[in-house]
């Protein structure tokens, strides 16, 4: 499997940890709280490593594409926590993630002409499938109209983000100096959130360290192997490949979390593997039949 791909894959594994960290984390804190700390904590070390890095932000920047990073990190974050408080962990789970892929797809059909390959098609509807198969799981679904539009909004919000930096990368940006814009300036407009979302939890220790853990390994790190690999794949594949996030976080649940393994998660857990095998590894092409030719012939 190619550098790029694997890249992408490790951080929708760090991506995963998200959940059972705040799981683990203290009582009481509230998750939009918990998000904005988480991209200004990432964004922080991001815009660090980046000045670390001999002339990281040297122009020229789009405005567009940089707003529109920023508007999808900060919309994401507070769209996808309202969606998943209005119909649930499930059906927001299920429409924000599976929806970004495809979101994306159709984001580059329609900017840049560039047609969805069949592959991607069948790799992501094998992985949306597990991504529901996973997620319904976890328990009773219920439907919230309201929910679900909030969930597609994040979906969207995510395509738009990758999109933009994939453009940022292509205009030859380094992926650290991408992330630290998107992130350090998504960290500004989410302080309000995190003001009013009661932030007293971080006053303490185990607070701390939460804050800390999400804001350095399914932040910083991921997104810069993200945007490593985004570098080098278009968004919408780059998209697919971090449905490994929904496995990777159901992994953990059993493992750590004790959580039951059913046999619908481990149905979904198949689908979203096979999607991504589908994806991410590509068969040897057979040899020309007139160069094979050649050399028998030679």
Same mark, same amino acid.
């Given at each position: 499997m190619p550098t790029a791909r694997l890249h992408v894959l490790f951080a929708a594994v760090f991506f995963g940890t998200t959940g059972t960290a705040q799981a683990l984390g203290p009582d009481g804190t509230d998750p939009v709280g918990v998000g904005a700390a988480r991209i200004l904590v990432g964004g922080v070390l991001? =815009?660090? =490593?980046?000045?670390?890095?001999?002339?990281?932000? @040297?122009?020229?920047?789009?405005?567009?594409?940089?707003?529109?990073? =920023? %508007?999808?990190?900060?919309?994401?974050?507070?769209?996808?926590f309202a969606a998943v408080d209005s119909t649930g962990v499930a059906v927001g789970t299920i429409v924000?993630?599976?929806?970004?892929?495809?979101i994306a797809g159709l984001f580059e059909w329609g900017l840049e002409r560039r047609r969805p390959e069949p592959r991607w098609v069948v790799a992501t509807a094998l992985a949306c499938g597990g =991504?529901?198969?996973l997620a319904l799981s976890g328990g009773e679904a219920s439907v919230s109209p309201l929910g679900v539009a909030l969930?597609?909004?994040?979906?969207?919000?995510?395509?738009?983000?990758?999109?933009?930096?994939k453009r940022m990368l292509a205009a030859g940006h380094g992926p650290e100096p991408v992330m630290a814009v998107a992130f350090g300036l998504g960290a500004v407009v989410l302080l309000p959130a995190l003001a009013l979302s009661g932030p007293g939890w971080l006053a303490r220790p185990d607070g701390i360290a939460l804050a800390l853990f999400l804001g350095i390994v399914p932040t %910083?790190?991921?997104y810069v192997l993200f945007? @490593?690999?985004?570098?080098?794949?278009?968004?919408?594949?780059?998209?697919t490949l971090t449905l490994a996030e929904p496995l990777t976080a159901g992994v953990l649940g059993a493992v750590v979390l004790a959580e039951a393994m059913t046999a619908g998660s481990a149905a979904g857990a198949a689908l979203v593997l096979g999607g991504l095998l589908v994806l991410g590894v590509r068969l040897p092409r057979p040899a020309p039949a007139v160069a094979t030719a050649d050399r028998l012939a030679g």
């Open positions: 991001l =815009v660090g =490593v980046a000045l670390l890095s001999k002339g990281a932000f @040297r122009g020229p920047w789009n405005p567009r594409h940089v707003c529109a990073a =920023v %508007a999808g990190v900060a919309v994401y974050q507070l769209a996808f924000a993630l599976g929806s970004a892929p495809t =991504v529901v198969l969930a597609v909004t994040a979906g969207g919000a995510y395509a738009a983000y990758t999109l933009a930096a %910083a790190l991921a945007a @490593r690999g985004l570098r080098r794949l278009s968004a919408s594949e780059t998209a």
